[in-house]
């Protein structure tokens, strides 16, 4: 099974940065695509970002012009740089991949998140 390992969160200031990482177990070039989701409390999950195999991205709207997703082939390593944090943005970032069907019986693979918490 593939496995993802995300680190980076924690809490900042508005308007700070921080930058997320997740480690893939397998080649990230064997999957077909890697990406960014997060989920505040009592919300749905949502995309924040997304990196197909070929390099291609999809940026959410909320975040666009913030946020940027990119990755690390040699490390097995898809990044989210986050800056100018608004309140919105608080929640926990998980990482995701979508895995060929050919090669996993479960197309869909998550981390277990990292927290961006909320700032006082």
């Known amino acids: 099974q593939v496995q993802l390992v995300e680190s980076g969160g924690g809490l900042v200031q508005p308007g700070g940065s921080l930058r997320l990482s997740c480690v893939a177990s397998?080649?990230?070039?064997?999957?077909?695509?890697m990406g960014w989701y997060r989920q505040a409390p009592g919300k749905e999950r949502e995309l924040v970002a997304t990196m197909t195999r070929t390099g291609s991205t999809n940026v959410a709207d909320s975040v666009k012009g913030r946020f940027t997703i990119s990755r690390d082939n040699a490390k097995n390593t898809v990044y989210l740089q986050m800056n100018s944090l608004i309140p919105e943005d608080p929640a926990r970032y998980y990482c995701h991949a979508n895995v060929p069907a050919w090669w996993s019986r479960y197309p869909d693979v998550w981390g277990q998140g990292t927290l961006v918490p909320v700032s006082s």
């Open positions: 397998e080649s990230i070039l064997s999957l077909n695509a």
